[in-house]
């Protein structure tokens, strides 16, 4: 379901290019998708971007927004480095702004809140490891727990705004009862198919500090069948595929 464009070292979108030759994570459907799909609050002022790597989530939300500051934080020097050059070579330079930061780091002596805080987060959990370790960061949950993700969100928050993330579908119900004890809750929920036919492999939440009992959830398929879209996800990333 989740398309990995791993040939391609440059990708280009309607208003800016992505250089990924040095990132262990490759630009894929996940990151686009939160990408497109994260709310965004009413006089967003400020947006934080947890584990950028090419930068593709902060670009889009900087196309998205008229936000003054985008803040993204990244662990891996290498995408640190081309995230920071992606920043720099696009139409919001102004307004992007790349720090070579671990989360823990970031929460140990906050300093500013965030209307908008975003992350697609590492959540390979399970038992194996490859032999890259730059990848296997990138990927591996026990990079970025999801409690630390869920107190830095809480921790960084402003009072009206969204934290926004995609994770496994069989992750959504833990995920969720963890937000809830910091009173973070659900606010929208879609999962996502890749086709009719499959199954929901990954869950796209927004969440917020105010408790709503009757929050919208849907589903969204990408495909009708290989490289055939459906009118949901053409209308949801149109105004960044080039091709769409």
């Known amino acids: 379901m989740v398309l990995i464009f791993r040939e391609m070292s440059t990708f280009k979108f309607k208003e800016f290019l992505v250089e990924q030759d040095r990132c262990a994570m490759k630009i894929g459907t996940d990151g686009v998708l939160l990408g497109a ?108 727990p999801f409690e630390l993700l869920i107190e830095a969100a809480d921790l960084l928050l402003s009072e009206n705004g969204i934290f926004s993330v995609i994770i496994p579908f069989k992750e959504e119900a833990q995920f969720i009862a963890l937000a809830n004890e910091f009173e973070l809750f659900p606010l929208k929920i879609t999962r996502v198919k890749g086709t009719p036919t499959s199954e929901i492999k990954r869950t796209l939440l927004a969440f917020s500090r105010n408790k709503i009992d009757d929050f919208p959830v849907d589903e969204l398929i990408i495909e009708t069948e290989r490289h055939v879209y459906t009118e949901e996800y053409i209308a949801l990333t149109k105004d960044f595929y080039l091709k769409m």
Not at 40 to 64: F, K, Y
Not at 106 to 118: K, R, S, T
Not at 120 to 126: G, I, V
Request: charged residues 25%.
């Open 37 to 144: 799909w994260s709310p965004i609050p009413e006089n967003c002022l400020s947006v934080l971007d947890i584990g950028t790597g090419t930068g593709i989530i902060a670009l889009m939300l900087a196309q998205r927004s008229s936000a003054e500051q985008i803040d993204a934080i990244e662990i891996d020097e290498n995408a640190y480095e081309q995230a920071s050059e992606n920043f720099e070579n696009s139409p919001w330079s102004d307004r992007l702004f790349c720090f070579h930061a671990g989360l823990d780091e970031l929460i140990e002596e906050p300093e500013d809140e965030y209307d908008l805080i975003i992350s697609n987060p590492p959540f390979y959990t399970e038992n194996y490891k490859t032999q890259d370790a730059q990848r296997d960061t990138a990927r591996f949950e026990d990079a970025m």
